[in-house]
C-alpha cells in the first residue's frame, strides 16, 4: 500500500527528531513535551485537460516544546525545519512555508504540497493481441 502525504512527512520529521514523538490524531489528556502534531489542513483541486488535475494539499506541524525554556526551543526547531525541512524525498518540495509562534507556546508550521495527478486506468493493454508478420524479401 502506497503511503499516505502525512506519513511521508511523518518519516521526514523523523529523520530530522528520531526521539520525539509524532502524531497524526488528538490525543486525550494532550500531547507529550516535546512532540509534532501533523494535520491536512485542505485540498484544493483544479481540473486540467486529459483528465489531469493540480492538486495543492495544504498542511500543519504544531511543535509541543519543552516544558523548560519553550521559546529557546522554538527557535531552535523553527530553523531546523526552516534549513532541512524543505520537501517529500522523490515526490514534491515544500511550498508557501510560513512558521509561527503561538500565544498557547508551540510553534506552527504551515506549507503546501502541489502535485499533478491523472486518473489510473486499470483497463488491460494488448492483453490480447496477436501478430501475424514477418519480413519481406525485397527480392
Do not use: C
Not at 29 to 39: H, I, K, L, N, Y
Not at 61 to 81: A, G, T, W
Request: aromatic share 12%.
Amino acid at each position: 500500500m502506497k503511503e499516505s502525504i502525512v506519513e511521508l512527512i511523518g518519516n521526514e520529521l523523523a529523520e530530522l527528531y528520531p526521539n520525539i514523538q509524532i502524531n497524526r490524531e488528538n490525543r486525550k489528556g494532550g500531547f507529550e513535551e516535546p512532540s509534532f502534531f501533523v494535520q491536512k489542513v485542505d485540498t484544493g483541486v483544479k481540473p486540467e485537460l486529459f483528465d489531469i488535475q493540480n492538486r495543492k494539499y495544504a498542511y500543519q506541524i504544531v511543535y509541543f516544546p519543552k516544558i523548560d525554556r519553550p521559546n529557546e526551543d522554538m527557535e531552535s526547531v523553527e530553523e531546523v525545519l526552516a534549513d532541512n525541512f524543505t520537501d517529500l524525498k522523490d515526490y514534491a518540495t515544500f511550498r508557501n512555508r510560513n512558521f509561527k509562534q503561538s500565544d498557547d507556546n508551540t510553534l506552527q508550521m504551515t506549507f503546501e504540497v502541489w502535485i499533478r495527478a491523472h486518473k489510473v486506468d486499470n483497463t488491460p493493454k494488448q492483453e490480447n493481441m496477436k501478430f501475424k508478420g514477418g519480413i519481406a524479401n525485397g527480392n
